[in-house]
């Protein structure tokens, strides 16, 4: 085929999708000017600009040349095959191959017009090509996992800003049993911190296996793979990391905690370091603690008016004490520190118990709990309490002795925050009980309790009306007529269709009924029938709340929480 004949297939694709009302003329010429300005191919830019999602593209695509369509988040990709075409070859002309059946070798292609590609493909291979359609930037995410080479990352850190730092000097040279690849390494640590950075990152994650190793990042509560290191490199990166953290290189048998801080350009970001040894080599997860986006105003975490009243009414009492409830990951931490932040005043002692310490706050004293040389919260408590407290937050209530520690606390004059892992606000008065506590203590301290969850927040530059039939949003506890929305997937959010993540809250203050209830050893769903009486919304009901305001989907807050008795 020459020049004329592809220009031909890509008319016939544009007038196809006009024919079927796919678009319309005002977006072919928009997605034609979007594509004469930054390159790449006419259905990308059609994607791009919002006129089709890729899925109805690649469908498309599939009846127009008459050829399968694969789902590449689904397909059985055959490992074998990936060497069969190079890297260079595979991204040149957006393929990958899938599998192979004697000498039939099926190729997912962005472009299956392309003559050119399926000539050079059958040259290098020597075999059969089957063509078949698959969504450009699904393959491009399959290029960059299956063909992480060393050329690859060398590509990859290429442009990557180099102005990151430790923010204590240390000697590079202490990296040992490198063998001249200290330079490539500390590049390449470097670029995957930066980046995950970049990206809104929560965590990165590096794990050895027996043939591979693998990076993933954390972003919006969803770890996703980034890099596939050669295998050849483990060792030196998981060293490299170590050293960063001041941890012990030449000890591999046991886990180590550190921390690492950076200065990424003009921003500093604390990393906790945690590894853990495993049969192929140490894991290593970090956690990425980046004060420049932490937000300690509750009136922006999208809670309902009533929630943040009952809060700040329960944080301005002179004693007693305020519970946030939830699994890990879930932000207890930061809404706890959004609570200190405001109470923080020249005029208040405020001492924390945290294990570990997340963020440094100015004005607050921050204790770090170690049990190996015997400062538990339990004990910290007890040395807070003779260093005379108007505000304490232990770091979680593990245990009875903690518990009944911060409950007479809360009982003599001092207001105390926690954390405990429970699923809802109301079970939280029977675990603690269940933990040894009194009824009554439980009853007289506690002024309030929170149970949270995040739920990934819809992208804004792709959102769009969901079509859900009025039984569907009945069955789910939507009113009739409610308009329902989710991310069509785009660049910005790397086709997720969510960007960044929002709270979901149950706020039940500890009002006379419920004390009552407490009192009389209530069971769980009595206490939480009368809340929700009161005025308390369930996780449930506040997620419903955010479906019908269009910050995030249905399926987000199925996920998340459970209906209540």
Do not use: W
Not at 110 to 133: E, M, R, Y
Not at 443 to 460: D, E, K
């Amino acid at each position: 085929m020459n020049t004329g004949t592809t220009a031909l297939a890509k008319d016939k694709v544009a007038a196809r999708l006009l024919e079927a009302n796919l678009i319309d003329e005002a977006a072919l010429a928009t997605a034609k000017e979007i594509q004469k300005k930054d390159g790449g191919s006419l259905g990308q830019a059609l994607v791009k600009t919002g006129a089709i999602d890729e899925t109805s593209y690649v469908n498309f695509l599939g009846t127009v040349y008459n050829l399968p369509v694969i789902d590449m988040d689904k397909a059985e990709i055959d490992i074998a095959c990936i060497d069969l075409i190079p890297g260079d070859v595979a991204t040149k002309f957006q393929v990958l191959p899938i599998n192979r059946a004697g000498r039939v070798l099926t190729m997912a292609m962005a472009n299956p017009s392309n003559i050119f590609a399926i000539d050079d493909i059958k040259f290098i291979t020597g075999l059969d090509v089957q063509p078949a359609v698959a969504g450009e930037m699904a393959i491009k995410k399959a290029i960059d996992k299956f063909y992480a080479t060393t050329d690859s990352l060398a590509a990859i850190m290429e442009g990557i800003e180099d102005d990151i730092e430790l923010v204590e000097d240390e000697d590079d040279d202490d990296i040992t049993g490198q063998d001249g690849q200290n330079a490539p390494v500390v590049k390449l640590v470097n670029t995957l911190l930066a980046e995950a950075v970049k990206v809104g990152a929560s965590d990165i994650h590096v794990e050895p296996y027996e043939r591979n190793m693998r990076v993933r990042y954390r972003i919006d509560g969803v770890l996703s793979e980034v890099m596939e290191p050669p295998i050849k490199l483990r060792n030196a990166i998981i060293s490299r990391m170590k050293i960063m953290a001041e941890l012990d290189i030449a000890e591999r048998r046991i886990p180590q905690d550190g921390r690492i801080k950076l200065k990424i350009g003009a921003k500093k970001v604390d990393l906790r370091v945690s590894t853990l040894p495993c049969i192929f080599g140490e894991k290593v997860v970090m956690r990425i603690l980046d004060k420049g986006n932490l937000n300690l105003d509750l009136a922006d975490f999208g809670m309902e008016q009533k929630a943040i009243d009952d809060i700040y009414a329960a944080i301005a009492a002179p004693f007693g004490m305020v519970l946030v409830t939830g699994p890990t990951g879930s932000g207890k931490t930061t809404t706890l520190y959004s609570c200190l932040s405001k109470l923080n005043d020249s005029g208040r002692n405020i001492m924390t118990a945290e294990d570990p310490v997340e963020y440094n706050i100015d004005g607050i004293n921050q204790v770090q709990v170690r049990d190996d040389v015997g400062l538990t919260f339990a004990a910290a408590l007890k040395a807070f309490l003779r260093q005379d407290p108007n505000i304490v937050m232990v770091g979680e209530i593990r245990d009875l002795e903690t518990g009944g520690i911060a409950t007479k606390a809360a009982l003599t004059g001092h207001l105390v925050l926690s954390t405990l892992h429970t699923n809802d606000a109301p079970s939280t008065i029977n675990r603690m009980i269940d933990m040894g506590i009194e009824p009554f203590l439980v009853a007289s301290s506690t002024v309030l309790i929170m149970a949270q969850r995040l739920v990934r927040r819809i992208c804004s530059n792709c959102k769009e009306e969901l079509k859900i039939s009025q039984e569907a949003l009945a069955d789910v506890g939507l009113k009739p007529g409610t308009t329902v929305y989710k991310g069509r997937g785009c660049e910005k959010c790397n086709g997720s269709g969510y960007s960044g993540r929002q709270g979901l809250y149950e706020v039940m203050p500890i009002t006379p009924e419920i004390r009552e209830l407490i009192l009389d050893r209530a069971a769980t769903t009595e206490i939480r029938h009368m809340a929700t009486k009161l005025g308390m919304l369930t996780l449930r009901e506040d997620g419903l709340i955010k479906v019908a305001k269009g910050v995030t989907t249905v399926e987000e807050v199925l996920r998340e929480t459970a209906v209540a008795d």
